[in-house]
């Protein structure tokens, strides 16, 4: 089992910058893929970026493309999701998630949130206008 705790979240007006980090526990995250997704009031849980388990490669929404970056400690047992620019429209709880997955490339699966075993509890980013 891995248990996954988000922290990082917070209030920060538009435009400002954010990292997010995931601290896994339980098992070593070296052989798992680790993904970030969010999801907003009233809405279904979407897909934001993905990261294998070397942290080498990684898998991205194009709606983020560019603002966003994941990174991987396999050291430290660690997830991060760094953010730039934010909106209000970015403003959601953030989740992480791991799934057992010791191969290089990424693919779509990646983007649907089933395919994840492992969730964390999730982390409030509140972006004021």
């Known amino acids: 089992q891995v248990q996954l705790v988000e922290s990082g979240g917070g209030v920060v007006q538009a435009g400002a910058s954010l990292r997010l980090s995931c601290a896994a526990s339980?098992?070593?995250?070296?052989?798992?893929?680790m993904g970030w997704f969010r999801q907003a009031p009233g809405k279904e849980r979407h897909f934001l970026a993905a990261?294998?388990?070397?942290?080498?490669?990684?898998y991205y929404a194009d709606s983020v493309k560019g603002r966003l970056s994941i990174s991987k400690d396999n050291a430290k047992n660690a997830l991060y999701l760094q953010m730039a620019s934010l909106k209000p429209d970015d403003t959601a709880v953030y989740y992480c998630?791991?799934?057992?997955?010791?191969?290089?490339?990424?693919?779509?699966?990646?983007?649907?949130?089933?395919?994840?075993?492992?969730w964390g509890k999730g982390t409030q980013v509140t972006v004021a206008s």
């Open positions: 998630a791991a799934e057992f997955y010791p191969e290089d490339r990424l693919s779509s699966w990646v983007e649907k949130s089933y395919e994840w075993d492992y």
């Open positions: 339980g098992r070593s995250i070296g052989d798992y893929a």
């Open positions: 990261i294998d388990w070397s942290g080498g490669n990684t």
